[in-house]
């Protein structure tokens, strides 16, 4: 069905906003047009009609009978326009968004994502906020945050993304593939960390694995996770490590898990301040870390399990060589173009 023909758009804009200001010179600072050029308009939308719409007056112009009805379906037609403009942009428009983390999950997991996350939500203009301390949410300034440990947490909603497991990492230049090698390499530790509890140290991991009669006392020992890693990746030692945090560090070659033995982690969580859960920004931000999460979680799976069983075959065996071809396999996905391309599709999906 044909629209019956409606008369020029500039015509009914020049009228609306003449009766709406009374007046011609008015309704032509709004346009940025001259008020002959409003005159010429509302002449030729009368021409068209075949109808007088406004009466002109020396001081004002008012809507005729039919000017008013025609003025009242202008005013709400221009309305609902000017509203779903308003709403398209402000859903396009590039919103800032703050997010704190500890230096290491920013420095080893989000920035190299960086990337992927802007071409994911072009939208959305993430700051990086940096503090090994719990930030208030609730303060203002910051609206969301990483958060690692049990949850939940006070002052926030909280979404969990994946759990963590934690395991002895080092250079694959120290050769290391027996327990027995742990008492020729230097052990790294990391001291006043406290998530996740109890800690994750030589003593509690040599407990768990069996192995007797280790100095776990001597080594160097660092602040934070972030030296630590990088003495290992130079090949100063062996450290225990945040499978999350050096999962890219052990797809580039980096280092290595010799060792099938973990310890169970907390998890890593995305926090907002109450009240933002449904913001659109941020929902559309706590949806890219789960689906990133969810392949984080196909490669921590073989892990996660056999941290809570406490039992290891012993190294070399079939079974953990099916286990170690295995979870190399996940290893390298995490880091394929394929793996980016399906975070990068999901996270599009709920755009």
Same mark, same amino acid.
């Given at each position: #069905? ?14 609306? &906003? ?12 709004? /346009? ?16 068209? #009609? ?8 020396? *001081? ?6 039919? =000017? ?30 703050? /997010? ?5 999950? /920013?420095?080893?997991? /989000?920035?190299?994502?960086?990337? &992927?996350?802007?071409?994911? !939500? ?27 440990? *049990? ?10 993304? $994946?759990?963590?497991? #934690? ?10 593939? %027996?327990?027995?090698? !742990? ?10 960390? @406290? ?10 991991? $040599? ?18 996770? #972030?030296?630590?890693? %990088? ?9 225990? &490590? ?10 580039? =070659? ?6 099938? %033995?973990?310890?169970? =982690? ?23 870390? %789960? ?13 996660? @399990? ?10 070399? @065996? ?23 391309? $399906? ?9």
């Amino acid at each position: #069905m044909q629209r019956p023909r409606l008369p020029p758009l500039s015509a009914l804009r020049a009228f609306e &906003a003449a009766a709406r200001r009374a007046s011609f010179k008015a309704a032509a600072e709004e /346009l940025l047009v001259t008020p002959t050029a409003i005159s010429h308009q509302v002449k030729q939308l009368e021409a068209y #009609m075949g109808l007088r719409v406004l009466d002109r007056t020396p *001081r004002a112009v008012t809507p005729t009978p039919p =000017g008013k009805a025609l003025y009242e379906a202008t005013a709400s037609g221009f309305g609902e326009i000017e509203r779903a403009v308003t709403r398209l942009l402000a859903e396009t428009a590039p919103t800032t968004v703050t /997010l704190t983390s500890t230096t290491a999950f /920013l420095t080893h997991w /989000l920035v190299p994502r960086m990337d &992927a996350l802007r071409q994911a !939500l072009p939208t959305v203009d993430l700051r990086l906020h940096t503090s090994n301390t719990i930030e208030d949410l609730r303060a203002g300034g910051i609206e969301t945050a990483i958060r690692y440990g *049990r949850g939940p947490f006070a002052g926030a909603a909280s979404t969990q993304l $994946c759990s963590d497991v #934690m395991t002895p990492v080092c250079s694959p230049g120290l050769g290391l593939s %027996q327990l027995e090698d !742990l008492r020729r390499v230097t052990l790294i530790h990391i001291e006043g960390r @406290s998530r996740p509890t109890p800690n994750p140290d030589w003593n509690r991991w $040599c407990e768990q694995t069996g192995i007797a009669d280790l100095d776990t006392s001597a080594g160097p020992r660092f602040p934070d996770s #972030m030296l630590a890693v %990088q003495a290992a990746i130079a090949g100063q030692g062996v450290v225990i &490590a945040s499978r999350v945090l050096v999962a890219d560090a052990l797809a580039a =070659g980096l280092l290595e898990a010799p060792f099938s %033995q973990t310890l169970a =982690g907390d998890g890593y969580h995305f926090a907002c301040a109450l009240g933002l859960e449904q913001r659109n920004d941020i929902a559309a931000l706590r949806t890219w870390f %789960q689906n990133c999460s969810d392949v984080v979680s196909e490669l921590l799976f073989r892990s996660s @399990s056999s941290a809570q069983t406490g039992y290891r075959e012993p190294r070399g @065996s079939s079974l953990t060589a099916a286990a170690d071809r295995d979870e190399q396999a996940r290893i390298k996905f995490l880091a394929s173009a394929d793996a980016k391309l $399906c975070i990068d599709r999901a996270a599009v999906a709920f755009r």
